[in-house]
């Protein structure tokens, strides 16, 4: 059985620029999480969904980010306007909708100059 | 809101020795996972606990959920379970919490 697929795996940009991170879920996992990590410290929720409808996006910098998941099975999570303080590994994650295991994907390293 | 303390923040140990990891947490949680984050940065997963005790190979974690608290054990360590643990507790939404992760160092 297929695990979370992310990508891109990594990525450098620029101040001010933007960037897409893409998430397919593991089959039949109806919840799908972003999570940040920073340098040297554990995972932080940033937004979370079940099926195609956001939970909880209350730690997601509304701003300069955002979160889709249209058809409640790939998602995509983009920052807008990239600064140094977002460089982080950004790490998607799913469940099936009942309280039971999360599994992470690989993430995607951004590095922001 | 939620917080969970992790301890130790860094841990040496011999091979062949053995050590725990706790963590603590303020709130009730419905459930604990541990990871070990490996070289390439990816989250494994260990354990998912909803209550009592799961062993596999040289790890054994607890999970008290009255008493707030998991442990994480390593028996017999090998040079192959380097890496920082977390302990991850499973809230409302199955959003995780996590600890600030432990740096473990086996050395021969």
């Known amino acids: 059985e297929a695990g979370v697929t992310q990508s891109p795996r990594y990525a450098v940009l620029q101040e001010g620029q933007a960037v897409s991170f893409w998430c397919d879920p593991i089959s039949g996992h109806d919840t799908l999480y972003w999570y940040q990590q920073p340098r040297d410290q554990g995972p932080q929720l940033l937004v979370y969904f079940r099926d195609e409808a956001v939970i909880d996006n209350s730690q997601l910098p509304s701003d300069r980010f955002s979160a889709v998941r249209p058809k409640g099975t790939n998602s995509t999570l983009k920052i807008q306007s990239a600064k140094q303080g977002d460089t982080a590994t950004y790490l998607c994650?799913?469940?099936?909708?009942?309280?039971?295991?999360?599994?992470f994907g690989k993430g995607t390293r951004l590095t922001v100059v | 809101g939620d917080q969970v303390e992790q301890s130790p923040s860094a841990l040496s140990l011999h091979e062949g020795t053995g050590s725990a990891l706790r963590c603590n947490f303020t709130?009730?949680?419905?459930?604990v996972q541990w990871f070990r984050k490996n070289s390439r940065g990816s989250l494994i997963n260990l354990f998912y606990?909803?209550?009592g005790t799961k062993e596999n190979g040289r790890l054994k974690s607890a999970f008290d959920s009255k008493e707030r608290y998991s442990t994480l054990h390593i028996r017999d360590a090998q040079l192959e379970d380097s890496g920082t643990y977390f302990c991850a507790f499973n809230s409302a939404g199955n959003k995780l919490t996590f600890g600030i992760g432990t740096r473990v160092l086996v050395r021969p």
């Open positions: 709130t009730t949680m419905r459930a």
């Open positions: 994650a799913s469940s099936p909708s009942t309280v039971t295991e999360v599994f």
């Open positions: 606990l909803a209550s």
